[in-house]
């Protein structure tokens, strides 16, 4: 059997890597909180590839086949439908036909336990998976064939696959290195006797001259273009992916400081705003605050929240609650911007309209940090004698003397 078939290993640097190499719809993902209808993209652990010091992509594609259904040429309208919710019934495009193959994905993360550590181990496991040369190699730091890093540091792989049937690897073996390798190579051959539909065909409706004929001069206007919208949507998911790390991550610190595993302190960031004399990151050249502006309120994402992320957290319990308040106002924002670039697709490259939320990596550098906390090293206070002068008298002489000693 006639395939095509696509081999790709990299170096990933964010989540959004891994949804473009499977082709996982953006916009989709904030919208419903899941990568696709099927979870199927729900196997990776966005965290662990986000706190990882390197991470790698290993994907396999096979196309055996594409079916067309050729009938579909007449677009039959609804009647009484407003133009205004064209897009929200129709879409923008029709199925008109299948993919048929398999694809076969692993995402490894691996996170150094001595961060002293981590550019040796980037560039060992860049070797293994990728086999590019690195200047460390040449200092003997290690081989072309070391693996052990994925042994003595905290490695996460995770693999998903449609098609080939279950003949990937034996039952009782664990997904290494070397078992990803084989799967991979034979995976083509394994498609070729059990494949499934992939993905579908869209054609978008004005490609269909029967549109053009029933709508005739709304037929341009109807239809919205999706394509200009989809690099925004890109940047919008990895912020949602972003705070959604920082509102878990806040989580964890709250219940470690409430458990005194840990203690706040101010990030550098926040103290360097203090000694510059100002608590506000965001500023215009008026030194006032500013916030997102539209001149029609039915286009800006979400109504305004009671306070916007512009000042250092206070590095307490409260602090870092107010903080995944703001957090979760900032996901909604973007869940809410997504609707709105769905409605009107043009404000997508309208480079005078700003962004809904706080960028993450300011947001981040507004959050206080934990630290262990120690145990206290000061010296115990020896105990103050007792004045016993006159308690002789009172029987209370030998009392005192012991609690002393006490």
């Known amino acids: 059997m006639a395939q095509e078939v696509s081999y790709k290993t990299s ?13 996982i ?7 419903y ?12 652990n966005t965290s662990k590839i986000k706190e990882s010091d390197v991470s790698f992509l290993i994907s396999v594609k096979v196309v055996n086949q594409v079916i067309y259904d050729h009938s579909l040429t007449k ?13 929200e019934v129709y879409g923008d495009c029709y199925i008109s036909g299948f993919q048929e193959g398999g694809e076969f ?13 981590a550019a040796k181990i980037k560039a060992n496991a860049a070797i293994n998976f990728t086999k590019e040369k690195f200047t460390l190699e040449a200092e003997g730091d290690f081989g072309k064939d070391d693996q052990s890093f ?7 792989v995770s693999v998903t696959w449609s098609g080939g049937g279950q003949d990937l690897k034996k039952p009782d073996e664990d997904w ?27 054609t978008k409706y004005t490609a269909l001259r029967s549109f053009h004929t029933v709508m005739k001069a709304d037929a341009g206007s109807l239809n919205p273009n999706f394509e200009k919208a989809g690099v925004y949507t890109t940047v919008l998911q990895e912020a949602y992916l972003d705070f959604k790390t920082i509102a878990k991550n806040l989580q964890v610190l709250a219940f470690n400081v409430s458990t005194g595993t840990e203690i706040l302190i101010e990030s550098p960031a926040a103290r360097k705003l203090k000694e510059a004399g100002t608590t506000d990151i965001q500023k215009n050249e008026k030194g006032e605050a500013t916030e997102s502006e539209d001149d029609d309120a039915s286009l800006v994402a979400v109504g305004k929240p009671p306070r916007r992320a512009t000042k250092p957290y206070e590095p307490t319990i409260a602090g870092l609650e107010m903080a995944r308040q703001d957090a979760r106002f900032m996901l909604n924002r973007i869940v809410a911007e997504v609707d709105t670039v769905t409605r009107k697709p043009e404000l997508a490259v309208n480079e005078t309209r700003s962004l809904p939320y ?22 115990k206070t020896e105990p103050k004698a007792v004045d016993t002068v006159g308690a002789e008298d009172s029987g209370l002489g030998n009392l005192a003397g012991k609690i002393v000693r006490v």
């Open 358 to 379: 706080l960028a993450p990596f300011l947001f981040k550098e507004l959050l206080p940090e934990g630290k262990p906390a120690k145990e206290s090293t000061e010296p």
């Open 33 to 44: 909180d899941t990568f696709d209808a099927k979870g199927k993209g729900d196997f990776i």
């Open 75 to 87: 677009f039959e309208p609804i009647a009484d439908i407003r133009p205004g919710n064209f897009a």
């Open 11 to 23: 170096v990933i640097d964010k989540v959004t890597d891994v949804t473009n190499a499977m082709n």
């Open 105 to 117: 994905t692993a995402v490894i993360s691996v996170k150094a336990k001595d961060h002293r550590k």
């Open 176 to 202: 290494t290195l070397d078992t990803m390798r084989a799967a991979a190579l034979k995976f083509p051959d394994l498609v070729a006797q059990t494949p499934m539909r992939t993905h579908v065909i869209l």
């Open 25 to 31: 719809n953006a916009a989709f993902s904030i919208k």
């Open 150 to 156: 994925l042994e003595e540091n905290e490695t996460t």
